[in-house]
């Protein structure tokens, strides 16, 4: 059996200190990886349902056969991203995450995953602000500015409601999701994890932005409270052959 507790790194970032904790779970038998950012949880192994049916409900969404090119925001342990490459084997995929540390613990294999997305071919990790890539004219492509994509899948904050950090609040109103919508092809998907149950508000907004959109609650079971517990995926669809 592993050790009950460890800390398997811990760095300072310009938003709070980040770290990486293993921990074993004596009730379940299993080991739980967390990511923690000061005192508040980001992300556990022990809940990635909704995670990967935020990648399964955006795939499920594009309309088009073609190898899709897609961003993912926020790469965490890397299910939404994992999810992507299962679903869309042929995808051309980068994933933005503005911690280095996280990063590194994909190259380094620190995570259950171990290092498969930062060597697959079909995936680049890039380091950024999604938030402000999001809001400029260059958006997510370093390599390539302007580029547009099939679909872009955000999981960062908890919710459009519960922000990490307040400055990423102008991207839940209006203008926020225009912007973001410039870098979507005609027809293309945004999609977006939370924490909470469906916000009829924030639905409000992507009505006012995208052609269609709706809120997909995700309900898996909690072993921990033995209870039934739901999160929401929000999928939105740019206008069908015509821009953003």
């Not at 556990?44 to 925001?73: H, K, M, Q, W, Y």
């Not at 697959?120 to 994509?149: I, N, Y």
């Not at 092809?185 to 909470?196: E, H, T």
């Not at 669809?237 to 015509?242: K, S, V």
Request: charged letters at 25%.
């Amino acid at each position: 059996m592993s050790a009950l507790f460890e800390e398997l790194d811990y760095c300072p970032t310009p938003i709070g200190a980040v770290s990486l904790r293993r921990r074993r779970d004596l009730k379940l038998g299993v080991d739980v990886f967390e990511i923690k950012l000061g005192d508040e949880s980001l992300m556990t192994s022990l809940f990635t349902a909704s995670e990967i049916a935020l990648a399964r409900l955006g795939i499920a969404a594009l309309d088009d056969a073609r190898a899709p090119n897609i961003v993912v925001g926020g790469l965490g342990l890397g299910y939404t991203a994992q999810a992507v490459l299962e679903g869309a084997p042929d995808a051309s995929l980068i994933v933005v995450e503005a911690l280095a540390p996280v990063i590194e613990w994909h190259e380094n294999g620190l995570l259950p995953l171990g290092t498969a997305l930062a060597e697959d071919p079909h995936c680049r990790l890039v380091q950024g602000d999604f938030f402000a890539m999001g809001a400029s004219e260059e958006g997510f492509d370093p390599e390539t500015p302007g580029r547009s994509f099939d679909a872009i899948l955000v999981d960062i904050d908890h919710s459009p409601a519960a922000l990490l950090d307040e400055r990423s609040e102008s991207f839940y109103q209006p203008d926020g999701l225009r912007k973001l919508a410039r870098h979507l092809r005609p027809g293309a998907v945004f999609g977006l994890w939370s924490d909470a149950l469906p916000d009829d508000a924030f639905l409000a907004r992507l009505d006012s932005v995208f052609a269609e959109a709706r809120a997909e609650p995700v309900t898996f079971h909690n072993p921990l409270q033995d209870r039934p517990f739901t999160q929401t995926v929000y999928v939105a669809r740019t206008e069908p052959g015509a821009a953003s």
